[in-house]
């Protein structure tokens, strides 16, 4: 029961750093969902100083890793004359990074969309940003779900990261109290079952999301639901 | 030149549309050779010839989703999308090409119906958010020409809950709804199932009845015998010939085109018996 106990004991504080972790996780995402899209969509500019712009930014962003561009933004960008605190370093390093791999996803969603799709618009008099906005998007959010719903769930879990940059995040307070007490077992135990409590939820919210978009399978699920029937004999005995 | 039927005395400027010595060509590979040809508001013109002779592409270039590489077309008598006006090369901006096509009805071989709207919501979209049509007006209208394809009960259907052939009358009252001057059908019935290519033909002939001016291509040997004003034989991206249902059909002048008929409609008289 001690073991137990005393997990419980470190709980408010990784509680605390939990609730940092979520924060910057959700801003962070949705500044990448933002930016991926703007970068997705300037990918397929017709303008080639814009496309030449967006693909520098993708490949560069995708070929340097996530713990350089903290330390990047956080130790390198000062020189600059530019501070930002851990938090904002954090939140913009994780969006940057996250940005980049979410303007390929937007990108080959939006060049999955049927060519059909955007023939039909045209025929019908539609402009190019008509057309996007009205026809090519809606579709292409459809395809890229799954993928940017992997990305929900993982960004929880990368965020771990901005604990180098002395985030006090639910990582940074683990180890914070790990090196203060040495209890490792107890505490990184507790770490690792509050990210799964945060993770499953998000995993099983993003698998939600994804049925409820898919219109086929709304309709197969439509048909499987009014075929249940009270579960009859089950364990009656 | 030395086209009989109706089809010769269109000029650019009588026509609704007008084809003159229009070509296409992808790198060396030239799809449309000279193509010239006129439409008179109210014809029906049917487009019939071998696959690969460059029907569905002069279709295509008639609305710019195709670009052409010589010639030019004129529309109501004024040359669009690219033409040369002082011996200089002149390209519509892009605001001119689209009200052009919102003036074009097209129907195509994959229907290519929005799947995330509703038959309604597919039917509303284009004269809500193209021609400023008042919500409720466009309803209306898009309700009336449900009426008018036989699908009334289907308006809050999505395309994946229809059949093919009402898929297809569903992008015909899509195209409808944006009161078009001229249609286009790129072999509208020949992603069809034989059974339901009747209900999609009829509403073409019911339409074409009405008056409006239709451009087709089509391997439907009867509609476009019964029902156009003109029949147009291609092959190898050139007209061969052109003239009346009646004379291409019963006498065609050109040794090509006896042996595409002659093809053709001894297939369809074999899917007739079978």
């Given amino acids: ?237 | 030149m030395s086209e009989p039927s109706t089809v010769e005395t269109a000029s650019p400027q009588s026509s609704l549309l007008y084809l003159e010595g229009v070509s296409k060509s992808y790198g060396a590979l030239s799809v449309l050779r000279d193509i010239s040809l006129g439409i008179e508001k109210g014809q029906v013109v049917c487009l019939i010839g071998p696959s690969g002779a460059g029907k569905s592409t002069l279709l295509r270039c008639v609305n710019h989703l195709e670009t052409i590489n010589g010639g030019t077309i004129h529309f109501e008598g004024k040359p669009v999308y690219r033409y040369m006006r002082d011996g200089k090369l002149v390209v519509d901006p892009e605001r001119r090409v689209e009200a052009i096509r919102a003036s074009i009805g097209m129907v195509f071989q994959s229907f290519n119906l929005f799947p995330h709207l509703t038959v309604l919501g597919n039917i509303v979209e284009a004269p809500i958010h193209v021609l400023h049509q008042p919500r409720a007006e466009a309803r209306d209208n898009a309700l009336a020409l449900l009426a008018k394809v036989g699908l009334t009960d289907k308006a809050e259907n999505y395309p994946h809950q229809l059949s093919g052939g009402q898929q297809q009358r569903v992008a015909i009252a899509r195209a409808l709804a944006m009161n078009p001057k001229l249609m286009l059908f790129d072999e509208a019935t020949s992603a069809l199932d034989p059974e339901l290519v009747g209900e999609v033909l009829k509403v073409m002939r019911d339409l074409a009845a009405e008056g409006m001016t239709m451009l087709v291509v089509t391997h439907e040997m009867g509609f476009a015998r019964d029902v156009s004003d003109a029949v147009v034989f291609m092959a190898n991206g050139e007209i061969v010939e052109k003239g009346k249902p009646a004379e291409i059909f019963t006498a065609p002048s050109n040794q090509r085109t006896r042996q595409f008929l002659q093809t053709i409609l001894h297939s369809e008289g074999m899917a007739g018996a079978a």
Wanted: with cysteine.
């Fill in chain 1, 1 to 237: 029961m001690t073991v137990v106990h005393e997990m419980l004991s470190f709980l408010p504080d990784l509680l605390q750093g939990a609730l940092t972790t979520i924060t910057v996780s959700l801003l962070a995402y949705v500044l990448a969902l933002i930016g991926g899209l703007a970068f997705g969509l300037a990918r397929l500019s017709p303008f080639l100083a814009v496309r030449s712009v967006a693909t520098v930014y993708v490949q560069f962003i995708r070929g340097t890793p996530l713990l350089l561009q903290l330390f990047s933004i956080y130790y390198v960008l000062p020189y600059a004359g530019i501070v930002l605190s851990p938090f904002a370093s954090g939140v913009l390093g994780l969006a940057i990074n996250y940005s980049a791999y979410m303007a390929e996803v937007f990108r080959s969603g939006i060049q999955a969309v049927a060519a059909g799709q955007r023939e039909a618009g045209q025929s019908l008099g539609m402009s190019r940003r008509l057309l996007m906005r009205r026809i090519i998007l809606p579709q292409a959010f459809r395809i890229v779900i799954p993928p940017i719903g992997n990305f929900f769930v993982a960004i929880f879990k990368d965020s771990a990261l901005v604990s180098v940059i002395t985030m006090r995040d639910l990582m940074f307070t683990g180890e914070l109290l790990a090196s203060a007490t040495f209890k490792h077992f107890e505490i990184f135990g507790m770490v690792a079952i509050i990210y799964f409590c945060i993770s499953y939820p998000v995993a099983k919210f993003v698998e939600y999301v994804e049925a409820r978009f898919d219109v086929q399978k709304r309709g197969q699920a439509i048909g499987v639901q009014q075929q249940q029937g009270p579960p009859a004999v089950v364990g009656t005995g």
